[in-house]
T-cell receptor, first 114, second 112 residues
Framework: GAVVSQHPSRVICKSGTSVKIECRSLDFQATTMFWYRQFPKQSLMLMATSNEGSKATYEQGVEKDKFLINHASLTLSTLTVTSAHPEDSSFYIC??????????FGSGTRLTVV | GNSVTQMEGPVTLSEEAFLTINCTYTATGYPSLFWYVQYPGEGLQLLLKATKADDKGSNKGFEATYRKETTSFHLEKGSVQVSDSAVYFCAPTPNTGNQFYFGTGTSLTVIP
């Protein structure tokens, strides 16, 4: 079946540094990928929609300069958390649109900013 | 607008008990309906889906029926196991777009 590889699964970084999270579709091409954030004990929140070859579409309230999304190829989208702060600590999950309405999710990245 | 209301948790059941997690939604158009499961420490996985009215999605003993008249997609399982302990998310998605609208998630703990 379709697989989306998300890396790293866990990362700890210092305040003020940047962290890049990768989301790869391993056996299919994904023109559209989605980035979600999950706060503790809360639901997933869609952050942005990433389209290959064009600028990402950000949801209201999500800072595009802080959460940089790049979708340079049909199999890779990256989310970079710039100048991270402790409040950015969260669980980030990507998903890729596969074919007609099928979604495959990555395994998620636990980011801890200290 | 689009929204989803999901039964609040946490839910704790004994093994072999019957499970129902309610989900109702509002959506423009005629959405497809999904249930996702997130096991501890893992990402989301698609559990089941239904794409039109009266369709029943099923997987791993779980079932949910697309009820257009009540705009609901309640998740059920006749006999839960300890391994079913996870967080369950209801997610309708409008067919006119690709965005999911996730419910708050319902945490299920099954005790032996």
């Amino acid at each position: 079946g379709a697989v989306v590889s998300q890396h790293p699964s866990r990362v700890i970084c210092k305040s003020g540094t940047s962290v890049k999270i990768e989301c790869r579709s391993l056996d299919f091409q994904a023109t559209t990928m989605f980035w979600y954030r999950q706060f503790p004990k809360q639901s997933l929140m869609l952050m942005a929609t990433s389209n290959e070859g064009s600028k990402a579409t950000y949801e209201q309230g999500v800072e595009k300069d802080k959460f940089l999304i790049n979708h340079a190829s049909l199999t890779l989208s990256t989310l970079t958390v710039t100048s991270a702060h402790p409040e950015d600590s969260s669980f980030y999950i990507c998903s890729a649109l596969q074919g007609a309405g099928g979604y495959t999710f990555g395994s998620g990245t636990r980011l801890t900013v200290v | 607008g689009n929204s989803v209301t999901q039964m609040e948790g946490p839910v704790t059941l004994s093994e072999e008990a019957f499970l129902t997690i309610n989900c109702t939604y509002t959506a423009t158009g005629y959405p497809s309906l999904f249930w996702y499961v997130q096991y501890p420490g893992e990402g989301l996985q698609l559990l089941l889906k239904a794409t039109k009215a009266d369709d029943k999605g099923s997987n791993k003993g779980f079932e949910a029926t697309y009820r257009k008249e009540t705009t609901s997609f309640h998740l059920e399982k006749g006999s839960v196991q300890v391994s079913d302990s996870a967080v369950y998310f209801c997610a309708p998605t409008p067919n006119t777009g690709n965005q999911f609208y996730f419910g708050t998630g319902t945490s299920l703990t099954v005790i032996p």
